[in-house]
């Protein structure tokens, strides 16, 4: 396989963007990231695109073509992924496996989604159809609903507490403070988020991510050629993908995320690396709990532990693991189709070295971890700087 | 690039299933696949699913886990690819790739769509994603307004009848008699389409390929692997896509799908090949129109003539060049996210020579023309016998 680097990022703001289309998410982020490749448009050779629900939300499918018409590239291709909240995640695998493959030098892969268009309600029906549309959302169980099983759960086999959930929302809006792009540039405090209301408990306002509009974009470029266009490419040292069943209920354990591990193991194989080699990671804090078992099935802290070391700060911005210093889907937001690309847009920043306030120091390897529905799928990549 | 070849091949019967899920259809035509590549489940390392509208169809999104879960094959990557009906041959192409970078060895790639559980007005509007929403659909302009435009221009331009378009639902009925897959077994003359009721002037109803419930299957394999599982492998002699922009507006022509002009040359210059080694295709025929249309842009027969050759029985099984063996969409249905993959289901049958009385004799190579939209997307593959 060739090997396969970053050459541009770009994002939109993360929020509510009422006066923006999807249409019009897409294309700014784009042309961010084209224009940070220094590479002309006429240069790219396909594109993948990932996003969850444009049909629901919009009454709009193919959304592979729309982008590539919109951003005037005729005739090149164009593909759309969709792995509901992992869509980004996958677009960026698929890029990087044609590269991969030799069929392209350079793959734009873009991420967004246009939320806000619907009822709050409305949109809780959409994303339900991550999960198992009839198992579990026909039987009323959203995704606060399951994921407040999975926190019920891990409070009750290994002592969580709510406070301690808490710690990673306030964690994720203290980095975001320094991140531009993020929808809450804002900083809480753990008595907000207890104060929150429950929407399903134990899982309050504040342990969710938000409703958010927006779009992220990477170029990618065979590494051989990636010198070309910048002096800094960030290398994707591995890419790796796993599934588990679609339904919580046919799960063997309610506490892990079993494609987390698989996934998480497998790019560490590929990269030759360890836990211990990775100072920073995004990981899929869709809602508190996700952030507290991702930590722990990628094997960075033991089973159970998770929620105490949030707690202790062990995984706050320059401590010993660097845990979603973007602000995570919490407090940079959570487009769903976009936040797997945007991942990969803050590790490059990081490993640029451009992160300001928020930067991560002695960086040297950054993981990325995008999880579908409630654990059905999981994409898990690695980058670090140079060739 | 590696190559790729088919090893296994299954697909249910098309037609209105009103017994069966989308679960219980892919399970049917993976379960035929598998079986006919003689290969055990716990081989196949990932998934590749086309579907078009699952989220809309049935409020079911991330379809990829899904197929992953029903067929007990977690925790491997599974990915659910869409172009609105070109999805079936994106998923095909993009297992082509995943294959071809090394990632894999064997790669099963589905394509499924329920589509009668909604009514068929509901169906009208969910299609009508598949070009621009803003601009075609909102606008009242569904998938047989969009086609009855591209024929009044064509027969305007080039004198193209109706009876000449008739003449290509009429050839696909008459091949669809012999295949037991296919939603219509019978054959139907030029007096039945032209009096059937007009749709969209000057398409009637027999002239559009019909809604259709189901799900196609096939195994890819590494071709320097696929001798361990059958003696008589198909391989992939070429994959290619392109893009056009979403709204016909836009276009410079109403008489041309520019992108299955690109993606036909492409695929033909990657196996080096040219039109007259190809004996047989199965081309994307929504509508008569489109037939008309693909074996024009596909370098088949000059542009303006494919209405007088189908009347002349020119793309007759057998004749000059067998278009739609199968029946094509007309005839065998049209399930959307299926079809790109029945498509390769068929080149599969007809080039082991199992194709009973519907095969084509003297078969060499065969082309697959699959269409998304009104032909924002088109992919093109080319399959021969042997490695």
Not at 354 to 366: M, T
Request: aromatic letters at 6%; glycine letters at 12%; one cysteine or more.
């Amino acid at each position: 396989m060739r090997q396969v680097s970053i050459i541009g990022a770009g994002m939109t703001k993360f929020g509510e963007h009422w006066e923006k289309s999807l249409r019009d998410l897409v294309t700014e982020a784009a042309v961010k990231a084209v224009a940070d490749a220094k590479l002309d448009g006429g240069e790219i050779e396909a594109i993948y695109g990932g996003c969850m629900a444009p049909g629901l939300f919009a009454g709009q499918e193919h959304v592979g073509a729309l982008i590539a018409d919109q951003l005037g590239m005729n005739p090149i291709p164009s593909t759309r992924v969709e792995a509901a909240c992992a869509s980004g995640g996958l677009a960026l695998r698929n890029a990087y496996l044609a590269i991969a493959s030799g069929a392209y030098d350079i793959v734009a892969v873009g991420g967004v989604e246009k939320m806000t268009e619907v009822t709050t309600e409305q949109t809780g029906v959409i994303l339900g159809g991550a999960g198992d549309q009839e198992w579990e959302l026909f039987m009323g169980a959203t995704f606060p609903a399951l994921y407040a099983l999975m926190a019920k759960r891990h409070m009750h086999d290994y002592g969580t507490t709510e406070e301690q959930m808490a710690a990673c929302s306030v964690k994720n809006h203290a980095n975001a403070v320094h991140n531009p792009y993020a929808q809450f540039q804002r900083a809480i405090t753990i008595d907000d988020v207890m104060k929150s209301g429950y929407v399903a408990d134990p899982l309050k306002l504040l342990d969710c991510s938000p409703i958010t509009d927006g779009a992220s974009a990477v170029i990618l470029c065979a590494t051989e050629k990636a010198r070309k266009y910048t002096d800094l490419p960030i290398s994707i040292l591995a890419s790796s993908q796993a599934s588990d069943t679609l339904a919580l209920a046919h799960r063997g354990s309610l506490t892990e995320i079993r494609a987390t591990k698989v996934a998480g193991e497998k790019a560490l194989k590929q990269a030759g690396l360890s836990q211990k080699d990775i100072q920073a990671a995004e990981v899929h804090d869709c809602f508190s709990i996700a952030e507290v078992m991702a930590i722990e099935d990628l094997g960075f802290f033991k089973k159970g532990t998770g929620g105490k070391v949030s707690a202790n700060g062990e995984t706050a911005l320059n401590s010993k693991l660097s845990i979603n210093p973007s602000g995570g889907l919490k407090a940079c937001g959570h487009p769903v189709g976009a936040t797997g690309v945007k991942q990969a847009v803050e590790a490059t920043v990081q490993l640029r070295g451009e992160a300001g306030k928020r930067q991560v120091s002695n960086l040297k390897n950054f993981m990325t971890h995008n999880v579908g529905g409630s654990g059905a799928t999981v994409a898990v990549h690695l980058f670090a700087r140079g060739d």
